[in-house]
Structures are given as structure tokens and as C-alpha cells.
């Protein structure tokens, strides 16, 4: 099964029709993949270079502050002791990894429960397939302006990578660029209007159907 959707020129006139197949843009929604998929994202972002000195690598002297007994004070063994300004910090944080793998069906869950999500509230936008000589920002500006795109945050979807054009969008703020190859559930999740090219969306089923004939799949 498929749902057919129109696709727009550049103009925003309709200039045909694209099948969606029913396994990546109608899946049943599973909200706890995508909740899984963003937090697994946004660990994978951290960098984890956050880091304080203990006791032992304070340069201060080693020297006992004080007696240890008979002055109603701490016990403290010197003046790198955590209970003085300038000694060691206790439990601080120190250089870690947040890194964060999902297993590869909870992945493609999430994936096409975040189509599935954005294409059932009429948030995919296809485009027919255009290509700039050189980048142009003015351009790129004119098109999103003709889908009436200008207050959302767009996520502009491509077959593979292309430097005109990612350079074209780049200086917009609400729009990102990627391609089929890099999509993924937090990409779809976290934009208003995904605008897939006409060619984004074949790749994206071919890469499917091989996939599942594979045992593999997106």
C-alpha cells in the first residue's frame, strides 16, 4: 500500500503525484522509540571534557593544616583537603564518554514512526528536483518563500550531498540540509516541514525495499 502525495516546482504549482509507501510513512507510531532516539541523539552530543582537580593533583603543600585533635574544628590532613578554599573538589565531574547506541530495530523504529508522525500531519513537503549553477542564498530564499515556509524550520532532504545547494541554504537559520544517506528520527522530529527533492524520496524507498530484501532495511 501507498498514499499518493502531489509534488510542487519550484513555483509551488503541482507538477505531479509521488507514492509514499505505507512501510516508512505509516507505520504504527511508537512514541517510546522516538523518545529513545532523541535522547540517544542529544547524549551523543556531549562532549564530556568536564573537569575539576582532586586532592591529589592540588599543588599545595602537603603539610597537616592544623593539629588533629583540640580545636573543634574538621579533621584536615592539608591544605589540599576538600574542606578549604582552593583544596580538592569531591566527587566532581571528570572526562567521560556519553556515547549512546540504540539497537539497530529500535533505530529504524523510530525513524519511521517519525515519518510516519510528520506525513499524518501533513508536515512533508515534496519538491521536484532543481539544482543551482552556483550558490545562491536569494534563491534558496525565494523558494521557501513560495512554499510559505519563511516562520518554520525546515529540513531541506536531498539524494546525497550537495554543496550548492547546502551552501545556498546555509545563511538561512530556519532551514538545515542534509541528505538521504544522514536522515535521521531527531532530523525529522525537531523540524517543522520536511521538504524532500522528488529523487530524496525514491532513494529513500529503494533504500527500503533493498533493505528489507536484505534483512536490513531503514
Excluded: W
Amino acid at each position: 500500500m501507498a498514499t499518493q502525495v502531489e509534488v510542487l516546482g519550484i513555483d509551488g504549482k503541482p507538477t505531479g503525484s509521488i507514492e509514499l509507501i505505507d512501510e516508512l510513512f505509516a507505520v504504527e507510531i511508537s512514541e517510546y522509540a522516538i523518545y529513545r532516539a532523541v535522547v540517544a541523539y542529544e547524549a551523543n552530543q556531549r562532549q564530556g571534557t568536564a573537569k575539576v582537580k582532586t586532592r591529589s593533583e592540588i599543588s599545595l603543600t602537603s603539610k597537616k593544616h592544623h593539629r588533629q585533635k583540640g580545636t573543634g574544628g574538621a579533621r584536615r590532613g592539608s591544605n589540599r583537603s576538600p574542606l578549604l578554599r582552593g583544596g580538592g573538589v569531591a566527587f566532581g565531574p571528570q572526562p567521560r564518554s556519553y556515547n549512546t547506541k540504540l539497537p539497530k530495530t529500535l533505530k529504524r523504529l523510530a525513524f519511521r514512526s517519525a515519518l510516519t508522525q510528520k506525513c499524518s500531519s501533513q508536515e512533508i513537503k515534496i519538491v521536484d528536483d532543481f539544482e543551482f549553477e552556483r550558490p545562491s542564498t536569494k534563491s534558496f530564499h525565494a523558494i521557501i518563500d513560495t512554499f510559505g515556509l519563511i516562520e518554520q524550520k525546515v529540513l531541506f532532504v536531498t539524494p546525497e550531498k550537495v554543496p550548492v545547494l547546502i551552501k545556498s541554504a546555509g545563511n538561512l537559520k530556519q532551514v538545515n540540509t542534509t541528505h538521504v544517506g544522514s536522515l535521521g528520527a531527531y532530523d525529522v522530529i525537531s523540524s517543522d516541514i520536511v521538504l524532500f527533492t522528488r529523487e530524496a524520496v525514491e532513494r529513500l524507498t529503494d533504500h527500503h525495499v533493498k533493505g528489507t530484501e536484505e534483512g536490513v532495511g531503514v
